[in-house]
């Protein structure tokens, strides 16, 4: 986690209007659920790369919120998974350099297969973004794409929205 301060995120989110951005990339497979969906204090548990980690998240304002992640024994967290609300998200996450940033472009799978989201983590609020031209439309305040919110209300569900890639 990079951070403006202790604890506290601030990141960027945009859909993805060109995929070949991922040719050649090699992801890293997520399987995530949360313990609370509660705005005010979202709890999530996440296998990633074989490693568990257990994040403690605040209401966003913004672009920022509160955010605390700490390192879990993998067998923990896939027991904590079995515990969590609803779907457990599933994607896998590319890391793609550019303007000096790097953006995390997670490709999703099961009820959110089709849904490509790119988020920039910035190390403080003011910090101007270079905008790839693979990216398409910031969803950064839509809470649709709160990943929390695709657990209950999955994006093949929508039916309002095109497809984004």
Request: glycine share 10%.
């Amino acid at each position: 986690m990079r951070s403006y301060g202790v604890g506290i995120e601030i990141e960027r989110k945009f859909l993805v209007r060109d995929r070949s951005v991922l040719d050649g990339s090699t992801g890293v497979a997520y399987r995530q659920g949360y313990l609370s969906r509660d705005p005010d204090r979202t709890v999530r548990v996440r296998i990633a790369g074989g490693r568990g980690f257990l994040t403690i998240k605040g209401r966003s304002e913004g672009a920022s919120r509160v955010e605390f992640e700490y390192d879990i024994p993998a067998l923990e967290a896939e027991q904590l998974l079995a515990l969590c609300e609803g779907a457990i998200i599933e994607k896998t996450r590319h890391r793609i350099e550019h303007g000096g940033l790097t953006w995390e472009v997670d490709v999703f799978s099961s009820a959110n297969q089709g849904l490509l989201v790119a988020e920039v983590e910035l190390p403080s609020p003011d910090v101007s973004v270079d905008i790839p031209a693979w990216v398409g439309d910031e969803v950064t305040s839509d809470s649709r794409y709160f990943n929390a919110n695709l657990v209950a209300h999955p994006w093949m569900e929508w039916g309002d929205d095109p497809a984004p890639a």
